[in-house]
């Protein structure tokens, strides 16, 4: 902050848990609604990287915190670029950075196995039960058109840690999150090794299904119950990645009380106006977050071809 590489002072946001059954952790940050980096003119789900946009070469060198380097003698079937962590210079919440796989590559906002790797491993390396990640598709949110994962703090429990799901193939790979806001196809991991790299290998198919279908997205990755199992805190030592499949989205919304992506499909919700923040509900923030989902027709077929992928493994 010394430096002045930040866009605002983050401070303490002012939190609260919507009265109701789902949960919601509602917070105020004005300033990231005021000051944030206006998104780039992003028309496809597959857009190419262009360098002529603001792109991650382009940050100072205070930005970049430091790179995650994997030892060469560890074991992984996936080959991996260093990941710069970047501060995000209008933070939601403490701690907030950015995985950046090697800038100068040019990647466009597409997950990659490498990076999904990096984020999912960053959440077990965390000590902090809190440490989440993140990932915006293009036409999901996603302001900038070069390859990034979101990372932060948050000292709340969240309503997809913990909530129920139904199996969606009789191996138990793929389950459908129950009773939230925003249905979303559940991936789970208990730790490193053989378990982690097929569940990898699972998600980056998903997601370039979608892409390839023009399909915007969403991703979550948080320590959560296993499929099944209850949510005490003291059954969070897996990790669940969680995938929504949305309408897609350019650009930011006007006029409402916060915008839908990673963290708010996920429960923790943004708030940008004192006024919407003392005066939402969970009725209204529904609604909000119902607006950008799939139609039922739609969805129905995101999780027919996802069963499908799931089942090409046993082929």
């Known amino acids: 902050m010394e430096l002045g590489l930040f866009r605002y002072c983050l401070g303490e946001l002012q939190t609260q848990t919507l009265p109701g059954a789902v949960g919601f952790v509602a917070q105020l940050n004005v300033e990231r609604g005021v000051q944030r980096r206006s998104p780039q003119n992003i028309r496809s789900v597959r857009q190419a990287f262009d360098p002529e946009q603001f792109n991650f070469n382009q940050i100072r060198p205070g930005e970049v915190l430091f790179r995650l380097h994997r030892e060469a003698d560890l074991p992984s079937a996936l080959q991996q670029d260093d990941i710069l962590v970047v501060i995000n210079v209008s933070p939601l919440e403490w701690g907030h950075v950015l995985l950046v796989p090697e800038p100068t590559r040019g990647l466009p906002q597409r997950l990659l196995p490498g990076a999904l790797q990096a984020g999912v491993e960053a959440v077990l390396l965390s000590s902090h039960p809190g440490f989440r990640v993140g990932f915006n598709s293009l036409g999901g949110l996603a ?88 949510s005490s805190s003291s059954a969070l030592t897996g990790v669940r990645v969680i995938l929504w499949a949305r309408k897609s989205s350019f650009g930011i919304k006007e006029g409402e009380a916060f915008n839908v992506a990673l963290c708010e499909l996920a429960g923790h919700l943004p708030v940008k106006t004192s006024q919407d923040f003392s005066s939402l509900t969970e009725a209204a923030a529904l609604a909000v977050i119902r607006d950008c989902l799939l139609p039922p027709a739609q969805a129905g077929e995101v999780q027919a071809a996802l069963v499908a992928l799931i089942a090409k493994e046993e082929q």
């Open 143 to 230: 302001s900038v058109n070069h390859l990034h994962l979101h990372g932060y703090y948050l000292a709340h429990r969240l309503p997809v840690e913990g909530a129920p799901s139904k199996p969606l193939d009789p191996g138990g790979r793929l389950h459908l999150l129950q009773d939230l806001p925003a249905p979303g196809f559940l991936f789970y991991t208990s730790g490193p090794g053989p378990d982690l790299e097929a569940l990898i290998s699972r998600v980056c198919r998903a997601t370039d299904y979608l892409a390839d279908h023009e399909i915007a997205h969403n991703l979550f990755v948080t320590r959560g119950a296993p499929p099944g199992k209850t």
